[in-house]
């Protein structure tokens, strides 16, 4: 009884409050109440009174709305855990345990069948929800989420930000169309390129003949609805975005793109090095861009709209770190030492490395940087080594390191062992001479080429007909991923194309099994899908095989 | 019978989209059998070198799991049929440190992975050689 006299007196100051208080801009709102429902902030700044089980206090920069309702607030159903929709849009519509429009249509479900019907809310029953746990019905949500006390004029913020949030369909989403482009760097490699470039075109294609037969023949528009819902008659299309120049003068370019074909995501795009610009107008602009091939990803643990294969050449190095800390303990006191040679991926796998190493609080390696254009011959290599008696030795150059590396094995004091990137070395990898092979090891970020042999059956197929060897098979492979990740995302979106719901959704995805990575995986705000490298040998005999030295993921 | 043709080609179409595992049409030139293990357990065996126990016993944890296998890995391409063939076996390997000497014993299930010709023409069939392979995971 009082309780409901506490919920009718706080509907009845709200009633007041929503009418008369002013609220700030549209743009102030949105950005006032974003703040709220991402970081827990109130418009003062304070931290957000938060309360579980109706009055314990917690911290409501811990237990904020989007931990539990994500960014596009639309929704989530992981195993038992449902979260309902948060958007105005949806919220102010009537419960039905089934999806309008797709009543028979068993597949097109959400998770509007594991809650109870409840009516539309209003503000006042939308701020009682909120500030008392209790819905429209009377029934207190209060063992699933927490409650807020908000004054009136910030309740009517985080009212009107979840109004506009995933109300109208993300830029590129057309009625039937969804726009896509692709970044090109101009002076990639054209096979580079056109591997990237193949297996996306594939994907849109295969997904406008499914449309256009779906327009032709009312039986496979049935089924087609079945299988993806709405996402069945939508068309795709792909624009080329070719940058020139240097990468300062990118980003008017991609400005100039957009103006002219707003797109709801970049898939792939490519370049041989910087990327950065790119990165820095989809996180600006809010636009997703799922798997660019590069090898020097932007490197951050907040930024949201790149979504990358892995952290790239640096993460080669974190797992040699990995791996030699598990046998710390044996190399004690005796140095370590990175060559390291003075190029842009020399650089970044030693980065890499030292990072790796040093956050598990280990005495830094010794670097000796080589310059660009010095050949490593045996005498500079062997000095180093009776300079510092490594028990390990890095070296983060290419493959005209191997002679010099291959008159180490008879030094006495050579190190115990020695590391390069199987990355770099390439091709050559394969041209290890036996003696040597017990000696160096490798990090290998891939799958081992004898066990992703297996998903040449389901990449073959995008060549139809084209030679798979004019294209670059890891480039491919990691394209094919690309529109297969995004197939079954936009499955899953039912509907509501949003860009933050592809994120969501995405991250919401179990790990999957792809070609080239051994694993990938994706998990809300993580954007390095492949989190693993292995540490290989090559085997003996006339036709070696890579051998695992270490798993996938070292902890 | 034809119409049926056309609308399981449908089916692989519309499969095809986004679900991860992909009806296979061509045929591959991979080694029609493999072994594999999944690594249940590891000892380190100092094997008379004075090895230390425990950092033994911690690399022979590294050693053997490059030696394990996931299972999603061998089923996601689609295609293969797994059969287990033994439990609890137990490899021993050097351990194969610049460091340190002696053996880690890898114990794992043996599994043969063999090209399940059915299933790379019906879609379905791979299917349920996936709710197998999830028995495995078990």
């Not at chain 1, 002013?22 to 902030?41: F, T, V």
Request: aromatic fraction near 10%.
């Amino acid at each position: 009884m009082k309780f409901l006299l506490t919920v009718s007196l706080l509907l009845l100051s709200l009633t007041t409050a929503l009418a008369a208080e002013p609220l700030p801009s549209a743009a102030e709102i949105q950005r006032l109440g974003e703040r709220m429902y991402r970081d827990g902030l109130l418009p003062s700044g304070a931290v957000m009174k938060a309360f579980v089980s109706d009055d314990v206090p917690v911290d409501g920069t811990a237990f904020t709305c989007v931990s539990c309702h994500l960014r596009s607030g639309l929704g989530s159903i992981e195993g038992e855990v449902v979260t309902p929709p948060t958007n105005g849009r949806i919220l102010y519509q009537e419960r039905k345990p089934y999806v309008q429009g797709a009543i028979h249509v068993p597949l097109i479900h959400n998770y509007a069948v594991y809650l109870p019907e409840r009516p539309a809310y209003t503000d006042q029953t939308l701020a009682a929800l909120i500030s008392a746990g209790i819905d429209p019905t009377g029934r207190s949500v209060l063992k699933a989420m927490p409650r807020y006390e908000l004054d009136d004029r910030d309740m009517a913020i985080m009212i009107a930000y979840l109004k506009a949030l995933s109300d109208q369909p993300s830029p590129g989403v057309g009625e039937h169309v969804i726009r896509f482009a692709t970044v090109i760097v101009a002076g990639t490699d054209p096979v580079a390129v056109e591997s990237m470039l193949l297996p996306l075109q594939f994907s849109v294609d295969r997904k406008n003949r499914l449309a256009a037969a779906a327009g032709a023949n009312p039986r496979v528009a049935r089924m087609g609805y079945n299988m993806l819902g709405d996402l069945q008659s939508y068309t795709f299309t792909l624009a080329r975005w070719t940058l020139t120049g240097p990468p300062e003068g990118w980003r008017a370019q991609l400005d100039d793109y957009y103006r002219k074909e707003p797109v709801f995501a970049l898939l792939g795009g490519i370049s041989p090095g910087d990327w950065e610009p790119v990165h820095r107008f989809c996180e600006e602009n809010r636009i997703p861009d799922l798997f660019p091939v590069v090898d020097y990803p932007v490197i951050s643990d907040s930024d949201w709209y790149t979504l990358y294969f892995s952290r790239g050449i640096r993460q080669e190095g974190e797992a040699a770190a990995r791996y030699l800390h598990g046998m710390a303990d044996l190399i004690k006191d005796r140095a370590i030492v990175q060559v390291i040679r003075d190029t842009r991926r020399g650089r970044a796998l030693a980065d890499g490395f030292r990072a790796g190493w040093q956050a598990t609080g280990h005495t830094p390696a010794i670097d000796v940087l080589l310059p660009a254009a010095e050949a490593l011959t045996g005498e500079r290599l062997q000095q180093i080594v009776a300079g510092h008696k490594p028990a390990v030795l890095l070296v983060w150059d290419d493959a005209a390191s191997l002679p010099a590396i291959g008159a180490l094995a008879g030094q006495p004091d050579r190190p115990g062992l020695v590391l390069a990137s199987g990355n770099w070395f390439g091709q050559a990898l394969w041209t290890v001479p036996e003696p040597l092979r017990e000696l160096v090891y490798f990090t290998w970020p891939w799958r081992l080429p004898q066990e992703d042999a297996r998903f040449d059956i389901s990449v073959n197929k995008i060549f139809a007909g084209k030679s798979p060897a004019a294209y670059d098979p890891r480039i491919v492979r990691q394209s094919y991923t690309t529109g297969e990740v995004l197939g079954k995302a936009l499955m899953e979106m039912r509907g509501e194309y949003h860009r933050d719901f592809l994120y969501d959704t995405i991250g919401m995805m179990t790990d999957m099994y792809y070609p080239l990575y051994e694993r990938v995986s994706f998990g809300p705000g993580q954007r390095y899908a492949a989190k693993g490298c292995f540490i290989v040998q090559l085997g003996k005999g006339e036709k070696p095989q890579l051998e695992r030295r270490s798993e996938w993921v070292m902890q | 019978m034809v119409v049926l043709n056309k609308l399981s080609r449908t089916t692989v179409l519309l499969l095809s989209l986004g679900l991860s595992w992909s009806p296979a049409f061509a045929a591959s030139n991979d080694p029609a059998e493999e072994i594999f293990h999944i690594v249940n357990d590891y000892r380190y065996d100092p094997a008379g070198t004075g090895g230390d126990p425990d950092t033994g016993h911690t690399l022979c944890g590294t050693r053997c799991n490059a030696l394990s296998a996931d299972y999603l890995n061998y089923m996601e391409p689609g295609g293969w049929e797994i059969l287990k063939v033994a439990a609890d076996v137990e490899m021993t390997v050097p351990l194969n440190n610049p460091f340190m000497k002696g053996n880690c014993i890898c114990i794992a299930d043996e599994y043969l992975l063999r090209i399940d010709d059915l299933s790379r023409v019906h879609p379905v069939k791979s299917e349920r050689a996936r709710e197998r392979s999830s028995e495995i995971a078990r």
